[in-house]
T-cell receptor, first 114, second 112 residues
Framework: EAQVTQNPRYLITVTGKKLTVTCSQN?????MSWYRQDPGLGLRQIYY???????DKGDVPEGYKVSRKEKRNFPLILESPSPNQTSLYFC?????????????FGPGTRLTVL | AQKITQTQPGMFVQEKEAVTLDCTYD???????LFWYKQPSSGEMIFLIY??????QNATEGRYSLNFQKARKSANLVISASQLGDSAMYFC?????????FGPGTSLSVIP
């Protein structure tokens, strides 16, 4: 089954404790992206990757890191989480970069930072 | 900066009626795509419809159609014959070469 998976689905952590949210897709997609969703703000792009070893900042990259060592995986790293990073996070992928391809979304990761 | 505006935070529609959800975008790119996604209360993001900036005809997908007015930079979603299962958040999004911009969303409630 074609899908985007994220782990964990739910995470409660404390300020400053490094964490990684994994994202994997099995569709051989080139483009992958991370978003955070907050009430009233919609989804905001954190980082995106157009291909292996190619990553770039979205609109809200502060406090986050990503890597793209393999085509299928695009982990999101919070080196020192803070309470303002409490949010719902989505990973998404699409066939290629550009204007024409729909994004396939993972199920979301709900993160709470105390 | 590119921006998507959805001016209706919440809307109600009677079952079996049609409803239009507004979306305006702001980009200077010549090539771009416009998407609508649905997010039910369960939280997943569901792709509904796509319109390319060079497409001359409005996109349609079943009960969904996109009213694309390029000069006005608007891409309104029309849902015909609303069903109770259409109750959800709806997000408009615009993509260009690399980034993806989402609007704040519209919460649609379908009344029996």
């Amino acid at each position: 089954e074609a899908q985007v998976t994220q782990n964990p689905r739910y995470l409660i952590t404390v300020t400053g404790k490094k964490l990684t949210v994994t994202c994997s897709q099995n569709m051989n997609h080139e483009y992958m992206s991370w978003y955070r969703q907050d009430p009233g703000l919609g989804l905001r792009q954190i980082y995106y990757s157009m291909n292996v070893e190619v990553t770039d900042k979205g609109d809200v990259p502060e406090g986050y890191k990503v890597s793209r060592k393999e085509k299928r995986n695009f982990p999101l790293i919070l080196e020192s989480p803070s309470p303002n990073q409490t949010s719902l996070y989505f990973c998404a992928s699409s066939l290629s970069q550009g204007a024409v391809n729909e994004q396939f979304f993972g199920p979301g990761t709900r993160l709470t930072v105390l | 900066a590119q921006k998507i505006t959805q001016t209706q935070p919440g809307m109600f529609v009677q079952e079996k009626e049609a409803v239009t959800l507004d979306c305006t975008y702001d980009t200077s790119d010549q090539s771009y795509g416009l998407f609508w996604y649905k997010q039910p209360s369960s939280g997943e993001m569901i792709f509904l419809i796509y319109q390319g900036s060079y497409d001359e005809q409005n996109a349609t997908e079943g009960r969904y159609s996109l009213n694309f007015q390029k000069a006005r930079k608007s891409a309104n979603l029309v849902i015909s014959a609303s069903q109770l299962g259409d109750s959800a958040m709806y997000f408009c999004a615009q993509t260009s070469y690399d980034k993806v911009i989402f609007g704040p969303g519209t919460s649609l409630s379908v009344i029996p």
